[in-house]
């Protein structure tokens, strides 16, 4: 009898349950439930639509998370046309750090009607950015005091990280911090309301909490430097018991099958993060082949053997993308929003027209001219930090730069350059791995770009000099929850008893490879040296230009604000 | 009686004639005639148009400039509906340096039947840039030579000047070289075929041709180093009697006058330069008063007491603006054009739409919302060398760049960094002219840019803590020369004795004036300070990168052409 797994992901605007065919990774039947309240960013939802929020605020409703299990799950198991009793498991992937304050039962603060008109009851979004005070206080106290954590950590927490968002909790709403037993990654809190078992996944606590396989958390010592208050929060709002990425974290509630419509008892994977779980959907099970997530965003992974502080990474874990081994994460925080940023604002109106004609996207057009271009002809070149550099700088105040222009310039090739920009912004994030002992041999690319924008894979092959394979799936997020829900099942229920051997079975890359051309990759090489002066030079305090300009604008802006 | 005079500007595309009270300066009517050869650059004119030239070539049609005076000035003068007996003196203005081979009795050697079909026998325009060989070579051996005047031209020659091309038709075109008895800027040619006298004017001498009133021209030894067959070119191909401007060339011959409709025996001023003679149109006759003429490109012009090296002036000359006053020439290679290759090139279709709907244009439609920033509000800081650098760098191989892009950023923030960029830039030439003792106390603005933005004659007020005043003439050129025919007329035909006479009498400003904004000025100092850190930086040699990658732009479209 034929198994299933069901992957959901827990996207920013969107849950998407996929049913997947434990055989082959076969794409079987899915479904996306449009978050009702989606991002919430201005005001809490109706009826409490007149608390409006601060800007950079980004929470959400944990409710429409349960709505995705009750809508999704049933939706996509009637559109794969299988029988619900042949699924053996379900696994979940989220954004992170997406966090939440809830009751010791799981009752979300949100849902408590004494707390629900305060924005701290409600989760708070990966890219909720109200607490960088809190991420400064953060870096500053553990700096002073040497914490050894840090350098794991690229030497900067994120204002979007845990204990950010849970710090800005203790200092604007005391109330709230009090009457949280609980605060709790989503994804885990999400696995919990379908177990009814409260587990800790090892990816979110080591990539968000500070959390390491051998040391554990920071020290009560750490946490009390930053807030008396906040000495004891991990026993006092956490959980120490963290739980190994691959382990099963419970089976199916009565309550849970009864809004999935699945078996009680089904397994439930260990709760993961939508990047990381998609590591072994693009086949990657071993050391020295790296793995990016390409969107609006880039996110690098890699598996590493030893750990070993690289210079910006978002993080390295034990446990924390594959049992066993030392995930790498680093990333690129502007990639396709910049592109289209770009397509949004400095893109006059021929290519859209040519596009129309030609029934294709703007995009599509635009890479199409700049398709004839060869490396190096655009005499551009520019810095891939529109918003901001997240590895291997760390620093999100530093700004985008186009350089090279004359009165030739055309639209195609300033597109063509900062595609090279983020290229070369990954290159800098491979040398880096590499420098500090962690290989990478070549390179799967999953996420949205690489299926629309080869000749965006063809330049990070030239560019980094490294073969780039393609994830088969579209949805490696997905898959790879449904992947990690196989070996919860276990090969006893019709699954597999560890991830390699779902991944042998379950993963597959596209029939399309794209190998560095020689004489680009040595224009590539003079451009790269170029990039990276101008990369130190702005970068790393030569020049800090792009920090003034930003203090400049603030004050300008403030003084037109004021009128 | 009322006396009057014309102007005549010979631009790159037309010659204008221009009508003018001696009384007030008043524009009665006025003419242009489009050259019928137009820029020769692709083949030269049909029946020749087989002979095609190679890329950087512009010549023009030595006939084209005599139909200007047979066509215009009639024209003009039934326009203004005066008496043309009344009409007491013409002066004529040219691009420069535009420059033909003619025999010595005047005869362009592109009438020459036995060399029409060679290029080198044409008109060299301003903008003729295939010379660059020679101008490295007359650079280098300057520099070896250590010769005196070469500071004076801010350190480097042009390949758009007088002995570049010169040098060319030696090197490329011995028998054109030979043939020709003359070379002679066209200015100094027109003036010929009006007076039947041939002159040399103190501006086109000085700034081109390398002249000096105390020195002359460079002497033979130094044009032996060049070529030896150019040893004598000043004796064999020029003239060494240098009139200085506001002098009288001579008179109207009969068939001149039969050509334009004017009295035999009128007064004809020495040719002068388009830019130059905007200097008193714009009502400047002593030191301390900077005249920009703003367009395409800027053109900055002062006057001073004495000679002093400033860092990348285009030239300083004695007479070569006033009589008896040194003048300061300076100039930065991309303003208008810069702006226009944005517009083109880089602005989405809603602006045009916008722009559409207020029936006005799409500079202005940016203009506006540009203006609804203030100063430092856009992050944005950029370098205005997408036309390369002409003063202070004096380098056509640097190239412009934006810096501080964020995902926020908008077209009209880019518009209004770009405006911000030519206003540094003015402000750099400036600061090296007051560092160098030549005081610049205030600013006239002329040409078509500021009658058009009042955003960017604000921003330079702020950007150069300088108040700015608008001349009232649209066509400051003509009306330059028409004052100067006013001079070289006198005051007992009518006319006036000296050009302070003429200027007080016949040259007005706008009713308008920039003040520098005490608030927006401070930001711009600001500003301008990481202006000028990144123009040492990109310019002055600590980072090479934008002639590396022009180099390897210039490789790659090698490889392209070959295929």
Redesign the interface.
């Known amino acids: 009898m034929p198994s299933y797994v069901i992957g959901v992901d827990f996207g920013t605007e969107s849950g998407r349950a996929v049913v997947i065919d434990v055989a082959d990774g076969r794409e079987l039947g899915s479904s996306v439930y449009p978050y009702a309240n989606g991002v919430i960013d201005k005001t809490l939802p109706a009826p409490d639509d007149d608390v409006r929020l601060a800007p950079e605020w980004a929470l959400q409703d944990p409710d429409d998370y349960l709505r995705t299990f009750q809508q999704a799950i049933p939706a996509a198991i009637a559109a794969a046309g299988v029988d619900a009793a042949s699924i053996i498991g379900v696994g979940v992937d989220f954004t992170a750090c997406t966090m939440l304050p809830a009751r010791a039962d799981g009752t979300p603060l949100a849902a408590v009607p004494q707390f629900r008109r305060n924005p701290h009851a409600w989760v708070k979004l990966w890219k909720h950015h109200a607490a960088q005070p809190e991420a400064d206080r953060i870096n500053q106290v553990a700096r002073e005091r040497g914490e050894a954590w840090l350098p794991m950590y690229g030497g900067k927490i994120s204002s979007e990280w845990f204990y950010s968002k849970a710090l800005q909790i203790l200092d604007e709403a005391p109330e709230i911090y009090d009457a949280a037993d609980r605060f709790i990654e989503a994804a885990d809190w999400v696995v919990w309301r379908l177990t009814g078992v409260e587990t800790r996944n090892s990816c979110t606590a080591g990539y968000k909490a500070i959390w390491s396989k051998q040391d554990g958390f920071p020290g009560s010592g750490y946490f009390a430097a930053l807030d008396p208050r906040f000495a004891n929060v991990v026993d006092e709002k956490m959980y120490r018991d963290v739980v190994s990425i691959g382990d099963k974290a419970g089976e199916l509630s009565e309550e849970a099958a009864a809004w999935t419509g699945l078996r009680p008892g089904t397994a439930v994977a260990v709760a993961n993060v939508d990047a990381h779980v998609s590591v072994p959907a693009a086949t990657v099970t071993e050391p020295g082949r790296m793995v990016i997530v390409m969107g609006t965003s880039n996110c690098h992974m890699v598996l590493g053997e030893r750990i070993a502080p690289v210079q910006g990474m978002c993080g390295v874990v034990e446990d924390g993308i594959l049992p066993g081994l030392f995930g790498y994460e680093a990333g690129q925080s502007?990639v396709g929003?910049?592109f289209a940023?770009f397509v949004?604002?400095?893109?006059?109106?021929e290519y859209?027209e040519q596009a129309a004609r030609d029934g294709i996207d703007v995009h599509e057009a635009l890479e199409r001219e700049a398709a004839k271009?060869?490396?190096?002809?655009?005499?551009?070149?520019a810095l891939d930090w529109?918003?901001g550099n997240r590895s291997v700088l760390v620093d999100v105040d530093l700004?985008?730069?186009?350089?090279?222009?004359?009165?030739a310039?055309?639209?195609p090739e300033?597109y063509r350059s900062l595609i090279e920009a983020t290229a070369f912004g990954t290159r800098m994030i491979v040398e880096s791995l590499e420098e500090a002992g962690v290989p990478v041999n070549d390179i799967v690319a999953c996420g949205g770009l690489p299926h629309k924008n080869k000749l965006l894979m063809q330049i990070y092959a030239d560019v980094t000099g490294r073969e780039i394979s393609v994830a088969a799936s579209t949805q490696t997020p997905a898959l790879g929850s449904a992947m990690w829900a196989a070996v919860a099942a276990g090969a006893v229920a019709g699954g597999y008893d560890d991830i390699k051997q779902a991944t042998a079975a379950m993963a597959t890359l596209r029939d399309e490879h794209y190998l560095p051309d020689a004489a680009a990759a040595a224009?590539y090489d003079?451009?790269y040296a170029?990039y990276k002066?101008?990369h130190d030079?702005?970068g790393r305090g030569a020049?800090d230009?792009?920090k003034?300009?930003?203090a400049?604008?603030d004050?300008?802006?403030e003084?037109?604000a004021r009128g």
Not at 373 to 381: D, F, H, M, W
Not at 399 to 407: N, P
Request: aromatic share 8%; proline share 2%.
């Open positions: 502007g929003d910049i940023w949004d604002n400095l893109v006059p109106a859209f271009l060869t490396a190096g002809q655009s005499g551009l070149l529109m918003n700004s985008g730069m186009i350089l090279g222009a004359t009165l310039t055309r639209a300033v224009v003079r451009l170029e002066t101008l030079y702005f020049n230009a792009m003034r300009l930003r400049i604008r004050r300008a802006l003084g037109a």
